[in-house]
Nanobody, 112 residues
Framework: QVQLEESGGGLVQPGGSLRLSCAAS????????MGWYRQTPGKARELVAR???????IYGDSVKGRFSISGDNAKNSVYLQMDSLKPEDTAVYYC??????WGQGTQVTVSS
């Protein structure tokens, strides 16, 4: 089993920044295949970012150039640096670990 715990969500003004953290515990050997999805009411979960061993990253089109994912294998943790936040970034952000592990989610609200 793998447990994922997110932190760092909150309320921020448009144009501001937030940093999300996700710490993994249990039967995890690396941060390979970890990342973030987000979801708003009535919509499907949307890929935000993914990281694999070697530092290969993938981003959703709507966050490219504004968000950055990083990881620390020694701490079994991944991070999401979110800059230039927009109201449409408001969502619950979920940490995940392939193939099927999810965190509880953390709310990010971008509003003035």
């Amino acid at each position: 089993q793998v447990q994922l715990e997110e932190s760092g969500g909150g309320l921020v003004q448009p144009g501001g920044s937030l940093r999300l953290s996700c710490a993994a515990s249990g039967r995890i050997f690396s941060i390979n295949g970890m990342g973030w999805y987000r979801q708003t009411p009535g919509k499907a979960r949307e890929l935000v970012a993914r990281i694999s061993n070697g530092g290969l990253t993938i981003y959703g089109d709507s966050v490219k150039g504004r968000f950055s994912i990083s990881g620390d294998n020694a701490k079994n943790s991944v991070y999401l640096q979110m800059d230039s936040l927009k109201p449409e970034d408001t969502a619950v952000y979920y940490c995940y670990k392939e193939p099927l592990y999810w965190g509880q989610g953390t709310q990010v609200t971008v509003s003035s």
